[in-house]
């Protein structure tokens, strides 16, 4: 057994934890892909929800089999240190149940009452584990994509939270990428769209996440124009596996002219970067 | 001295200073004609004397001090990537200058290690090394190396074939670090795992510790990218359980990452350059982790089981 085993899932996301407050709420906004079990998904998920009651936010989650009510909910995120037993109480935050959440209907009407009650935003979190009762792989494709539209028509935040093992076959990964235009987080990484052609890349990278990076990179190539520019400067580890992926996945989109600026890695990235002879493929800037 | 393809690896014998500029014009000159990348490094004093023989040539890299040598790995991946980009615009890289044996047995070990990898590292460019050894000041087992590692010897009265070259494989065979705890390792491991599973744990609890000891930041993220890199070949290649330790005495730092499974066949793995300009393709992780560690070692511990050493030893903070 390794030393770290008890603490490792508060340790794998430690810097989302870290992250909410180290970079700008918008980190979390938008229709967001979160791969992890659901252990693991805690820390983020107690960070997240901090952060939308502080902005005065209405929270809806779905109901599933780790919160089936909103009493577990609290006691699940108390377990994180997150006391949300006020809220509750207030109403501030809610667990629908999963025929209603996951309806177009039921799901516009519990955001145009919460916005009704004067709630300054929207945020839910749900997942195609929980969805999977009530809905079939088309609707819920479809689901997601009424998601997308909630986000861009009238900023509301939905957080997904796929297992792990629902993305490991074949361009299930891409797939589920694709879906969510705004972020994506996973084992160690955190990262989120800023602007069309302007990614921010949170966390470590290794072999264990090199495929989102992957999957990341080519959907933001393939929505950017002419440059793409990747803001490193929460990026505190890069692994060769992770160059590789990052020069393998942008490589269609250079070979058209395209141009990956990388701005702000830290020191030792950089440093690793220009070793392996792969510098040349981006551009590098200091800091934004 | 050939023009053509192919790594040329050569040993300068001087024994004044009149003797290393007479030894030492051919090489540079051709080096012009040909339109090579020549860099002439060292000492002040022996650059000194080759800068002002050339009357200062732009066409010559002189770059006297150690920057180029501050790590034998360090060294040979700077020239395998300078190599790679000269390659491409055709050209020849050509260094003399020599090497820093240094007084301390562990340095001499390591660089008596670098003469013999040089054929080995570079053999696939086109890259020629001149390396003067002072015969005045040379101590008897270096130049015994220096002899056996060369493929002419070039002196103030011309070139001829070093008939004591001994074949690349048996002297590196013979250079090869035996299996030996480390004196560091006598003291208990600040940090380590018994059966890692993961990358990560290990850097985060590695970063930890060298933070707790002050570190400086940029070194110690070197240390740790080359762990992690180790640690994930390890993990993919070796057999499970795969163990860490981490060791100081306070000054120097060293991280031990073992497996259960044979062990490596070569244990100059990593040396060789990944870089697409050699065709046989070589894993990148070791080759990275070599030189972003003051050394790192690979042995096998006698009844099996790879054993992979770093080190670093940080220098204060300027």
């Known amino acids: ?64 089999a780790r919160h089936p009510s909103v009493e577990r909910l609290v006691a699940s995120l108390a377990t994180s240190g997150v006391d949300v037993a006020p809220a509750a109480d ?80 074949a361009g299930e990964l891409d797939q589920a990428v694709g879906r969510h235009s705004s972020g994506w987080s996973g084992h160690l990484v955190h990262a989120y769209r800023m602007d069309v052609g302007r990614l921010c890349l949170a966390g470590e990278i290794d072999v264990s996440n090199d495929d989102l990076l992957a999957a990341v990179l080519a959907a ?63 551009e590098l800037e200091p800091s934004s | 001295m050939s023009a053509g393809s192919g790594c040329v690896h050569d040993l300068l014998l001087f024994g004044s200073d009149a003797e290393l500029v007479a030894a030492g014009w051919g090489f540079i000159a051709d080096g012009i004609a040909a339109g090579d990348l020549v860099i002439a490094h060292g000492g002040e004093h022996e650059v000194g004397l080759l800068r002002d023989a050339f009357d200062d040539d732009p066409r010559v890299v002189f770059s006297p001090g150690k920057e180029r040598y501050q790590q034998m790995m360090g060294t040979i991946g700077q020239y395998q990537r300078l190599c790679e980009r000269e390659t491409a615009a055709g050209r020849r890289v050509r260094a003399i200058g020599p090497v820093p044996f240094g007084e301390d047995p562990a340095s001499r070990a390591e660089w008596m290690r670098y003469e013999a990898l040089i054929s080995r590292a570079l053999g696939p460019y086109r890259f020629s090394g001149l390396c003067h050894y002072d015969t005045r000041t040379t ?14 010897v070039v002196t103030a009265d011309g070139v001829r074939r070093n008939d004591r070259q001994r074949p690349g494989s048996e002297l590196l065979r013979a250079l090869a670090p035996a299996y030996a705890p480390d004196a560091l390792e006598d003291a208990p491991a600040v940090w380590g795992e018994s059966d890692c599973a993961a990358p990560a744990p290990v850097r985060h609890g590695v970063r930890r510790a060298l933070r707790d000891a002050r570190v400086d930041g940029d070194q110690a993220e070197g240390f740790v990218a ?93």
């Not at chain 1, 992890?36 to 936010?57: D, H, I, K, N, T």
């Not at chain 2, 101590?139 to 002419?152: I, R, S, T």
């Not at chain 2, 100081?248 to 073992?258: E, I, Y």
């Open chain 1, 90 to 169: 207030e109403g501030q935050l809610a667990v629908v149940d999963t025929a209603r959440f996951y309806s177009t209907a039921g799901y516009e009407q519990l955001v145009a009452e919460a916005l009704g009650r004067g709630y300054r935003g929207v945020r839910s979190y749900g997942g195609p584990h929980a969805a999977a009762d009530v809905l079939g792989p088309a609707e819920f494709e479809e689901f997601e994509r009424m998601l997308e539209r909630m986000w861009t028509t009238r900023a509301v935040t939905a957080v997904c939270c796929y297992e792990p093992m629902m993305v490991a076959g």
């Open chain 2, 139 to 152: 101590p008897a087992e270096v130049m015994d190396l220096a002899l056996a590692a060369h493929q002419n």
């Open chain 1, 1 to 64: 057994m390794c030393k770290g085993e008890g603490v490792k899932g508060g340790e794998r996301m430690e810097h989302l934890r870290d992250g909410l407050e180290d970079v700008s709420p918008s980190a979390w906004d938008g229709h967001h892909l979160l791969i992890a079990g659901v252990q693991e998904a805690r820390p983020a998920m107690a960070a997240w929800a901090e952060a939308g009651l502080r902005r005065g936010e209405k929270m809806i989650y779905a109901a599933d």
């Open chain 1, 220 to 282: 933001a190539t393939r929505s950017a124009g002419a440059e793409l520019i990747v803001d490193c400067g929460e990026l505190g580890y890069m692994s060769v596996s992770g160059w590789r992926a990052a020069l393998s996945a942008t490589r269609p989109f250079r070979e058209r002219g395209g141009r990956v600026r990388l701005v702000a890695l830290t020191t030792t990235t950089a440093r690793v970067l220009q070793m392996i002879g792969c510098a040349e493929a981006f």
């Open chain 2, 226 to 318: 080359a762990i992690s890199e180790v640690l994930s070949n390890a993990l993919q290649h070796g057999q499970s359980p795969v163990q860490v330790r981490l060791h100081t005495n306070g000054r120097g730092w060293l991280c031990v990452v073992t497996d259960h499974g044979p062990g490596m066949a070569d244990p100059w793995t990593g040396v060789d350059s990944p870089l697409p300009a050699n065709p046989q393709p070589v894993g990148m992780g070791l080759w990275l982790a070599r030189q972003l560690c003051d050394q790192l070692t690979i042995t096998t511990h006698p009844t099996g089981g790879a054993r992979i050493s770093l080190r670093l030893s940080p220098t204060q903070p300027r």
